[in-house]
């Protein structure tokens, strides 16, 4: 698929969610849950070394724009990536940050 074949909505809904994932910590909560991996909330803060309300903040945000998707399960929320191939998107990034 190309950009030219993309609906304004579509491109809307994109832009959002490149600019929920641009930011150091939300990229590190993407790189947690890479390969379908399902995390809590305190498991995330505690891999990340950060507070758990700034976990759950982050987190939210992720959510709300359709990055991640989450499931209860008893007292515990699940987060996960929404769509598999975002990991893509993290990897290039990667890549390209790395070559001069």
């Known amino acids: 698929m ?6 304004p909505e579509q491109l809307e809904t994109a832009a959002n969610m490149l600019k929920a994932i641009a930011h150091p910590l939300r990229i590190s909560i993407l790189n947690c ?7 809590t909330v305190t498991e995330i803060h505690e891999l990340l070394k950060i507070e ?4 759950s903040h982050h987190l939210g945000i992720l959510k709300d724009k359709g990055v991640l998707s989450s499931k ?3 007292k515990n929320t699940y987060y996960f990536l929404k769509h598999v191939n975002l990991s893509n998107i993290i990897e290039c990034v990667s890549k390209c940050s790395n070559s001069n």
Do not use: V
């Open 2 to 7: 190309r950009f030219s074949d993309l609906t």
């Open 33 to 39: 849950l890479e390969d379908g991996k399902k995390l």
């Open 52 to 55: 758990q309300a700034t976990a």
């Open 72 to 74: 209860r399960d008893g």
